[in-house]
């Protein structure tokens, strides 16, 4: 295999190189204005140099033109966490979005260069109306929300723009107003670029990436580990084939991503993750100042680290399900909502996930913190901070603040959510340094909290799209 670009640049261009490969892998559409003007300057320098180490590390196919840059990925397994790509205002869509999405998608015609809000609603209506349970009724104000949050996803993105009226006025008046929108065709095409034609599968397993005919077993497992590397907060080796297990165990690979994006791999017995020090690099930022659910999970590592210090003996150690199982029952729950009327047999993609290595990993087995005591700990932080700390959503409900908090840890791989508490990962151990004090005012509405080590976990690496002020567009 040539050598990768990452390690043939000038050491005074290759901060400039990394950034735009962070960009490349953390956002999901660079056009001029988005994430940021100059982005795309940035990117574009690199475009060539990023689409072959791109496609040689990853398989990954990055279209870039004059006007956008758009990376196309290959994936190798479904992720639940991945959802910030569709959201607005830091608000996942709901299946009723998505569905409006696909929708409007569909009813931009290629010859139209323009088309009014008034004729867009007209367009989804009967298309809503003739998929049982979804619907559009002009007179309910969730199904409106929901349509005006797809227009504005749509707007951010530069499928569609704005030349006159307002979406806010029309929400908002009645049924009065419009407004007209311009469309970028170019920009459709990019967003809705499925890597199978999605008329033709069986199961939503068909999307996922097929096992490569023209490289050999261990270049195929070592492209997995890359992908696994830079999608995933961290990958334990009891979670993937033995094939995949002896790549990352080996030196190589993680150096290669390292030279790549600039992120510094941490080995530990049980796995390998890519941390980035300035805690961009991700979908969910952590630990940072964000909101309560944010800071009580990070003070609820720390009690955590504690308990693991002085009652470790103490505590049952159980195997982590493997992954596996998810995933088996995420491709169920997807797979359950598939219609198959207009599936064509002779041409589909088979329900099977491509294949794997028959033999099975060695589970990895991890503390078990019980329920009891998880709410044990939630309470003494609300006693030690004072219930007005945690804000008004939560003051009241610690026991939901509870549920937010480990649910943020599970998307983290910290956590292993099991019925009757939650197992400890061996990546929570890193934040053991995690400190946390008083607010400076009662009335703060924040929970100070500090990190030894100011490295933090890649995360997932969905597009991130809410601070427009970061490195990366934060989702």
């Known amino acids: 295999m040539p050598r990768l670009h990452a390690r043939t640049i000038a050491p005074a261009d290759l901060g400039s190189y990394q950034q735009a490969m962070r960009r490349v892998l953390t956002c999901d559409l660079i056009t001029a204005a988005r994430p940021r003007p100059g982005a795309l300057e940035q990117v574009l320098r690199w475009a060539d140099e990023l689409a072959d180490d791109l496609e040689r590390l990853f398989g990954y196919t990055l279209v870039a033109t004059t006007d956008h840059v758009r990376l196309v990925r290959e994936l190798d397994a479904l992720d639940p966490t991945q959802r910030q790509t569709f959201a607005r205002r830091g608000r996942p869509f709901d299946r009723r979005r998505l569905a409006y999405l696909c929708l409007l998608l569909a009813a931009f015609q290629r010859s139209q260069i323009e088309i009014s809000l008034a004729d867009l609603v007209a367009r989804l209506t009967p298309a809503a109306n003739a998929v049982e349970g979804l619907g559009y009724d002009p007179t309910d104000g969730a199904h409106k929300a929901a349509l005006v949050d797809v227009a504005h996803w749509l707007v951010d993105r530069g499928a569609l723009h704005l030349s006159d009226g307002s979406l806010e006025a029309w929400a908002s008046g009645g049924g009065q107003g419009d407004a007209l929108f311009d469309i970028d065709h170019e920009v459709c095409e990019l967003l809705f670029r499925p890597t199978r034609p999605v ?30 590397l830079v999608e995933q907060p961290v990958v334990h080796y009891a979670d993937v084939e033995p094939a995949v ?17 600039g992120l510094r791999v941490e080995r530990r017995a049980e796995g390998v993750l890519l941390a980035d020090p300035a805690g961009t690099f991700t979908d969910r930022p952590f630990p940072g100042r964000g909101g309560a659910v944010n800071r009580t999970a990070g003070l609820l590592l720390a009690k955590v680290a504690d308990l693991l210090e002085t009652s470790l003996a103490a505590l049952v150690r159980l195997p982590v399900p493997p992954k596996a199982l998810d995933q088996a029952e995420l491709i169920r729950l997807v797979d359950a909502g598939l219609p198959r009327e207009g599936v064509v047999d002779a041409l589909a993609w088979s329900a099977e996930p491509p294949g794997r290595d028959t033999e099975a990993p060695v589970p990895l087995e991890v503390p078990l913190v019980e329920r009891a005591r ?5 309470h003494e932080l609300f006693a030690e901070f004072g219930p007005s700390s945690f804000g008004g959503a939560w003051q009241q409900d610690p026991y939901g603040l509870l549920d937010a908090a480990l ?19 061996p990546a929570a151990l890193r934040y053991r340094n995690i400190q946390g004090a008083l607010p400076e005012r009662a009335d703060a509405g924040q929970l100070p909290l500090g990190l030894a080590d100011p490295a933090a976990p890649t995360g997932d690496h969905g597009p991130d799209n809410a601070d427009p002020q970061k490195e990366t567009d934060d989702q």
């Open 407 to 425: 649910e943020l840890l599970a998307e983290l791989s910290l956590v292993r959510p099991v019925p009757g508490g939650a197992l400890v990962l």
């Open 374 to 378: 998880w709410e044990t700990m939630v």
């Open 245 to 261: 297990a002896a790549v990352l165990r080996g030196r190589g690979v993680a150096e290669d991503l390292a030279r790549a994006t």
């Open 199 to 228: 008329q033709h599968l069986t199961s939503v397993a068909g999307l996922l990436a097929a096992p490569l005919t023209d490289t050999s077993p261990r270049e195929h497992a070592a492209r997995r580990a890359r992908r696994l």
